[in-house]
């Protein structure tokens, strides 16, 4: 086939597929042989042809046969990398394992420093609470710690802060360390990775990082919306990025959101990050936020053998402290410290004095007026219609989810509540946390609303 001829195909493909995907992955392709009805295009990576393959292999296929090619299948080849010449003999393909990063089961390589940060001790899947919030996440960091086939590359975790994403990632590595005491498992902070790239800039050993990075079994990326907006390091870590996943080494990142989220970060690294599993971990909900309470609470009872919790104190913690697990940690840690100070028994009155300043910081979070605002919004309703007499049920039922979030979200009283909708009766409000309570048990769309409000106020 003539360059001319996959030119034509090139433009037509351009004009159905949009310019930012053609140019980040059609135009990269060259065109290395054509015979026998296999048409041959060089790629940069094997992942690069995997993806292009995926996603984009049929519609060549279809161009190139609308342009008169008899062509029953295309193929992707990562060439050497001295000489890509189109239309040129099909150089021979590189092995998988370039030179540089050999897997390690061979003796007698020589063993490379990671520069990895220490993993905490206690962030093990053991102590790692898993409810509704946090289940998908936990079962794909479980699997990937598992080893065996690389079933998702990579796996990108993200949610807000302290939700346990950095406890996850090292759980991952803690368990793929004891599982395969020989594997090279690589957790740093993005920090920590620019932080090494700049270093070998500076002392000119930008082999030794590239062959650091690209010998490692796992690697792990902490927090990688810190390298937004950093051009080099973004490059770079691509480029390790596409090593690894080329040489099916796993791949797990963390960010604060989602991939495609992330303001300045280039769009070829959103869309490859998006390649994998991406799953988010929710803020804990009531039920979690208690069952980690009581598991953390076990073991500070180890510590404080002597030290008492009444009954109810963790309850109104998990209750009152919605904003993140590590804040709840905090407060628990403290309580426990107080308590084996002043030998006393941790009453619901000490735990409210000792915690004073917490509780009214997560308190501050979400305000009736927030909470009467956001819902009707989501219900496209006006203000003034939940605050009304009305009792249509279109205009009811949203002020039932309000009352309930009201409820539920803040510590304001019954009676308090109802005066600040319209001046209604305590009863009211009771009633409409039960109907809340009840249709969400059998109604789903109530169920998700309620959930996304929540969310919504508590972010
Ligand atoms: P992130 O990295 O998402 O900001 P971390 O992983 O650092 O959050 O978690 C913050 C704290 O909360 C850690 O001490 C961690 O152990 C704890 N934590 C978070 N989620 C859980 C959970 N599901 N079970 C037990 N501890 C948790
Ligand atoms: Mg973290």
Redesign the pocket.
């Known amino acids: 086939m003539t360059k001319d001829t996959w030119g034509r195909v090139r433009d037509d493909l351009m004009q159905t597929m949009g310019r930012d995907a053609f140019n980040n992955w059609i135009k990269p392709l060259e065109l290395l042989s054509d015979s026998d009805g296999v048409v041959g295009f060089a790629v940069p990576t094997n992942f690069f042809g995997d993806w292009v393959n995926r996603n984009y292999g049929d519609r060549i296929l279809q161009g190139l046969r609308t342009a008169g090619r008899a062509v029953e299948r295309i193929e992707f080849t990562v060439p050497a990398r001295e000489s890509v010449a189109p239309d040129a003999p099909a150089p021979a393909p590189r092995a998988r394992a370039s030179a540089m990063a050999q897997p390690r089961s061979s003796a007698g390589q020589p063993e490379i420093d990671l520069p990895g940060s220490p993993l ?1 001790q ?2 093990t899947f053991d ?5 509704k919030p ?1 289940e998908l996440a ?1 079962a794909a960091a479980r699997r990937v710690a598992e080893g065996g086939p690389v079933t998702f590359n990579p796996l990108f ?1 993200y ?12 759980a991952i590595a803690w368990e793929i360390q004891t599982r395969q005491p020989g594997a090279r498992v690589l957790y740093l902070s993005a920090e920590q990775f620019m932080y090494r790239f700049v270093q070998s800039l500076r002392f000119k050993d930008m082999m030794g990082f590239k062959e650091m990075f690209r010998s490692v079994d796992v690697l792990m990326v ?2 990688v919306q810190f390298i937004a907006g950093k051009e080099s390091t973004q490059d770079e870590f691509f480029h390790t990025f596409n090593a690894l996943i080329d040489q099916n080494k796993q791949i797990v990142i ?1 960010a ?1 959101r989602a991939p495609g989220e992330i303001n300045g970060l280039e769009e070829r690294i959103k869309s490859r990050l998006q390649w994998g599993l991406v799953v988010d ?1 929710h803020p ?1 909900d009531y039920e ?1 936020r208690l ?2 309470l009581q ?2 609470s076990e073991a500070q009872a180890a510590l404080y053998p002597d030290v008492r919790i009444a009954k109810g104190v963790l309850e109104f913690l998990a209750h009152r402290i919605s904003t ?3 804040v ?2 905090g407060a628990l840690n403290r309580l426990y410290a107080f308590a084996s100070l002043v030998g006393r028994e941790v009453t619901l009155e000490i735990a409210q004095e000792c915690l004073a300043d917490i509780l009214r910081a997560s308190d501050r979070k979400v305000t009736i007026d927030e909470i009467i605002r956001k819902v009707a919004d989501h219900y496209n309703l006006r203000l003034s219609d939940m605050l009304s007499p009305r009792r249509a049920r279109s205009v009811a039922r949203p002020r039932q989810v309000a009352m309930f979030l009201a409820k539920t979200l803040t510590s304001k009283s019954l009676p308090e509540i109802g005066r600040r909708f319209g001046g209604r009766d305590h009863t009211t409000v009771i009633h409409a946390v039960r109907k809340i309570e009840e249709l969400r048990a059998v109604d789903n769309q109530i169920a998700e609303d309620v959930e996304l409000l929540r969310r919504m106020l508590e972010a």
């Open positions: 905490d206690r962030f102590r790692f609470v898993v409810g946090n936990h975790l949610g807000g802060v302290g939700l346990g994403k950095t406890h996850l990632m090292h902490d927090d963390s604060d971990l804990a979690l069952g980690i598991s953390k993140n697990v590590r709840l940690e």
